[in-house]
Nanobody, 126 residues
Framework: QVQLVESGGGLAQPGGSLRLSCAAS????????IGWFRQAPGKEREGVSS????????YYAYSVEGRFTISRDNAKNTVYLKMNNLKPEDTAVYYC???????????????????WGQGTQVTVSS
């Protein structure tokens, strides 16, 4: 069965960095979209970044472009989200999600994805 496990969250200072991992099991990252989403208290879950494992295309929300980088390691069946220059507004629970390609229209839309991890907390505070 498809399973996604996030790790790497924690507390970071403004301007600091964290790297999140999304380890996949039950399938191989050959033809999937893997997305990172986040949800802050009282807010809707929003798309942060996504990668197509078929051609390596990457997608970023405007709020994180230039600061976050999504990547994959096929040998480890894992997708990463490197977050630099963190801001307090990046504080949220971060989820990874998977969907067999093709995506219908929007790689950063949560309703495109069927499989979700349990999330990892990221807190940015001094």
């Amino acid at each position: 069965q498809v399973q996604l496990v996030e790790s790497g969250g924690g507390l970071a200072q403004p301007g600091g960095s964290l790297r999140l991992s999304c380890a996949a099991s039950g399938f191989t990252l050959d033809y999937y979209a893997i997305g990172w989403f986040r949800q802050a208290p009282g807010k809707e879950r929003e798309g942060v970044s996504s990668i197509s494992t078929s051609d390596g295309s990457t997608y970023y929300a405007y709020s994180v472009e230039g600061r976050f980088t999504i990547s994959r390691d096929n040998a480890k069946n894992t997708v990463y989200l490197k977050m630099n220059n963190l801001k307090p507004e990046d504080t949220a629970v971060y989820y990874c999600a998977a969907q067999y390609l093709p995506i219908r229209s929007n790689f950063l839309a949560r309703d495109e994805y069927d499989y979700w991890g349990q999330g990892t907390q990221v807190t940015v505070s001094s």
